[in-house]
């Protein structure tokens, strides 16, 4: 199983192997040592292969991810995970700014906190983050779960589309149009799925957690919105 | 009138001259326009959303001339001698850059905005003169990867539809910061127009106005963008151009950053630029006029030492080949059309008179393209008004009119004596107005004069 050495080995020929992986690929398992917090780290993949970091990645690790599941044994910088379609990122550690940007499917666990606007633009993909997140996350969330068994930031979910939030403790404020919701029994369900799919299930109970969603005052342009505009 | 003085005798009515009363006098301030938009504004409480670019008028290209061959520049001749019109886009660092035939190219614009067969007419239109077209703020559909031979795909900050398959997929990539019509403005699709098909695209309930954010999610500043652009070059090993779009506000620093910054081509899009959809107040009042955009951001290149090695794409009310030959003569190495792409497909077409009267407008000015109620069938999702289009014939009249833009191009050039448009130069062109000779930085008509140029 391939390990590959950052400090000898260029990120450029590192990620150029990692695409030209098949589908059907025999190298399965791929470990990187010294990621030295290079920005871009495993992007684009395609194939259902694991790749564990040994250490601290930059901006956007994982980014655009499809199939592949990608373990940082370290802290992750801003975008970690963005836009990915599919396939597992766990980060052991701290994530930056915008975990998991616009992010269209797949798993993003982060075991520590994240930092602000972690989700922002979501479309689709199930976040779970162990500790807390920073302000402004989940701006703008379109669709997917985010799940926090810490506390959240200043503004969380404002102008939220579709997505769900889950928090287990305390939301700082809550942002434009995002309201407390009732837990219905589909978002139940969908809470308990994410956290078995983290691992999670010996350690939380999705009764623990509130539902914040949209309130749907800004779907509409409407003269009685004009101060959030 | 005082009790001293005698009235006068009443004149019979029918002697009154008739200058006896004033012809009505509108304000120029208060012009009727502006009366009908306080009206309109009070009625409502919202502000009033429509589509194109900026209406009023402004310094433009029409405000310049090229000086033509003379005893001391010999001109070439039509048809016989050649002149060049091809462009590389991208060889500053992608593996494989773009090749276009003519420098004109077809701005991006959403599928979402536009209907499904006027992307595919756009495409088609194209591809037969053998240049571009681009994305929007929608991601990419499969009619448009078929039918455009080269598709440069938009990176925006709403991020819709985008996925690494599509990025693979394309040409290019165009990583958008803004547009002329709205620097610092996020996209707008009212409910009319998010249909099942488009919601699907953008993760959104159908139905509802979508506002798109007005910054990118995952960077701020010129140092997270040189890392974004190495990201999409990781992701795309290195393959694709890479362009970085800017509306006109700060054409020299946002030039300059996007060169640090790692981008192959500059696209840059001044205030006359059509949108979709945007608030009125926003496109008549915020941005430069793309006159007074070119040459500061030729400058910056020029500085870098980057002029024709990263490319420069201008837009923003081009309509004729006159306009891209002096958008080339200041600098520019292709131009990029939007309106005038709509315009060549049939929209404002004085054949459907009746139909805008029934929208209340006329031929001509119809720009309530955000509502969806097009009767060209272009800026609608409704499948009725879209399937009006005429993929194939659309494409045909955007074609025809793209070779005009491309053969008026090389008429001035060869009047100039050159042997590629882009051999044009500022020393070309002369400006019949102050405005236009600061901006264009080129002498006004009959003087060696240049506003704000060191030794007047
Ligand atoms: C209907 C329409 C939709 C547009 N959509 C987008 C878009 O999605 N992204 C973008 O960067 N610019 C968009 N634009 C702006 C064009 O890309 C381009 O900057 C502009 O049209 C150029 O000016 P012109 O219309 O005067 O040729 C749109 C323009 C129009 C007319």
């Known amino acids: ?199 999670l299930s010996d350690d939380v109970s999705p009764d623990e957690f509130k539902l914040y969603g949209s309130a749907r005052t800004l779907y509409h342009f409407h003269v009685d919105n004009a101060s959030a505009y | 009138m005082t009790a001293s003085l005698k009235p006068m005798p009443a004149a019979p009515l029918s002697d009154m001259p008739a200058t006896a009363q004033t012809t009505p006098r509108f304000s120029a301030t208060f012009d009727p326009h502006t009366i009908s938009e306080i009206q309109r504004a009070a009625a409502t409480g919202i502000y009033d959303i429509r589509g194109g670019g900026a209406k009023r008028k402004l310094p433009h290209f029409d405000d310049l001339l090229f ?69 929007g703020d929608g991601g990419m559909t499969p009619e448009e990867r078929g039918h455009s031979q080269t598709l440069v795909y938009q990176y925006l900050p709403s991020r819709y539809g985008m996925n690494p398959d599509d990025l693979r997929k394309a040409d290019a990539i165009e990583i958008v910061i803004g547009q002329g019509a709205k620097p610092g403005g996020g996209g707008m699709l009212l409910g009319q127009k998010i249909s099942p098909r488009v919601a699907r695209m953008r993760n959104l309930p159908e139905g509802i106005d979508q506002r798109s954010a007005c910054r990118h999610p995952d960077w701020t500043g010129p140092d997270d963008l040189e890392i974004k652009i190495e990201e999409l070059r990781e992701i795309t090993d290195w393959e694709k151009p890479i362009y970085v779009k800017v509306g006109a506000s700060r054409p020299y620093y946002d030039t300059a950053l996007a060169v640090k910054s790692g981008a192959d081509v500059v696209v840059l899009d001044g205030m006359q630029g059509g949108t979709a959809a945007t608030q009125e107040v926003f496109i008549e009042n915020v941005g430069l006029p793309i006159l007074a955009a070119i040459r500061p951001a030729v400058q910056a290149l020029q500085d870098l030492g980057m002029h024709r090695k990263v490319q420069l794409i201008v837009s923003g009310g081009i309509r004729t080949g006159a306009d891209v030959a002096k958008a080339l003569a200041l600098g520019a190495d292709a131009v990029a059309i939007g309106t005038a792409a709509l315009i060549a497909l049939g929209d404002n077409d004085p054949r459907l008179e009746a139909e805008y009267a029934k929208l209340g407008t006329t031929a001509g000015a119809y720009d309530d393209w955000h509502e969806g109620r097009d009767p060209a069938g272009i800026t609608t999702q409704d499948p009725e008004l879209a399937a009006r289009l005429d993929p194939v014939k659309a494409g045909r009249r955007l074609a025809n009119y793209l070779s005009v833009l491309a053969l008026e191009t090389q008429t001035i050039a060869r009047a100039c004596g050159k042997s590629h448009v882009h051999n044009l130069e500022p020393e070309d062109l002369v400006a019949l107005t102050v405005e236009a000779a600061a901006m264009a930085r080129v002498p006004l008509a009959g003087t060696n004069w240049i506003p704000g140029s060191a030794g007047f």
């Not at chain 1, 779970?128 to 379109?142: E, L, R, Y």
């Open chain 1, 1 to 199: 199983m391939p390990v590959v050495d950052l400090a000898t080995v260029p990120l450029r020929s590192l990620n150029a192997d990692l695409h030209k992986l098949p589908q059907n690929t025999n190298e399965t398992h791929w470990t990187i040592r010294n990621p030295g917090g290079k920005h871009a780290l495993a992007v684009g993949l395609d194939a259902p292969v694991t790749v564990e970091i040994e250490g601290h990645v930059g901006y956007y690790c994982g980014g655009m991810n499809k199939e592949a599941t990608i373990v940082v044994a370290g802290n992750a910088g801003v975008g970690v995970g963005e836009n990915m379609m599919s396939g597992e990122i766990r980060i052991k550690g701290d994530a930056s700014q915008a975990a998991g940007a616009t992010g269209r499917g797949g798993l993003l666990v982060i075991e520590g906190d994240a930092s602000a606007r972690c989700g922002i633009s979501m479309k689709g993909i199930d976040i779970v983050v162990k500790g807390s997140i920073g302000p402004m996350s989940a701006f703008m969330a379109q669709e997917g779960n985010l799940v926090v068994l810490g506390d959240a930031g200043e503004a969380l979910g404002d102008s939220i589309y579709e997505a769900r939030l889950f928090v287990r403790g305390t939301v700082r404020s809550l942002g434009a149009d995002c309201v407390e919701k009732p837990m219905e029994a589909a978002d139940r369900t969908a809470l308990a799925g994410v956290i078995a799919r983290a691992g």
């Open chain 2, 67 to 135: 000086l033509g061959a003379s005893i001391s520049r010999y001109p070439l001749e039509g048809y016989r001698e050649k002149c060049g019109t091809d462009i590389v886009l991208g060889a500053r660092f992608a593996r494989k850059p773009i090749h276009l035939k003519i420098p004109i190219t077809i701005a991006g614009m959403s599928f979402g905005a536009l209907s499904g067969p006027a992307k595919e007419a756009l495409g088609r239109g194209a591809t037969i003169v053998g240049t571009s077209t681009t994305t």
